[in-house]
């Protein structure tokens, strides 16, 4: 375990998206495992500082960050999602808004915002620190 290097990413629980954002996280910072946080439609419930929703998403990455070490985060938005039916530009938005949420709870790590097509290409659209 302690040879392991660990990412986080906080996406959506919709299948389609879960093996494209790990694939993504792992070729592009090199972590062999990628710890997941899913909830319907992440980067609304954290943009909108849904307090119930919140906490849980808050309570797992403690755990992702203190005991596996993860100094990466990737919040998820995607198209079709059932949970937030957004536009893409909303999304967009949206994620930047997750991003400060987590950056407050997190100061150390890098976070990322990914978004995903409906061909399951994964796009970089947000960083922080830039
Ligand atoms: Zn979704």
């Known amino acids: 375990m302690g040879d392991c290097s660990f990412a986080t990413a906080i996406n ?4 389609r998206v879960q093996e494209p954002v790990a694939s993504w996280i792992k070729d592009h910072f090199k972590v062999d495992y990628v710890d997941e946080i899913t ?4 980067d609304r419930l954290l943009a909108g500082h849904d ?8 309570r797992r990455l403690v755990i992702s960050v203190e005991k596996h070490g ?4 990737a919040v998820v938005a995607h198209h079709d ?8 530009e909303t999304h967009i ?3 930047d808004g ?3 949420v987590i950056a407050e709870w997190q100061p150390e790590v890098h976070i990322v915002g990914l978004w995903v097509d409906g061909d399951g290409k994964v796009e970089q659209v947000h960083a922080h620190p830039a």
């Open 93 to 95: 938005r949206q994620l």
């Open 51 to 58: 307090p119930v929703a919140c906490e849980a998403i808050r």
């Open 81 to 88: 999602c059932a949970g937030n039916p957004v536009d893409k």
């Open 70 to 73: 993860s100094r990466v985060v």
């Open 39 to 42: 909830d319907p439609g992440p």
């Open 98 to 100: 997750a991003i400060k």
């Open 12 to 15: 959506c629980m919709d299948g």
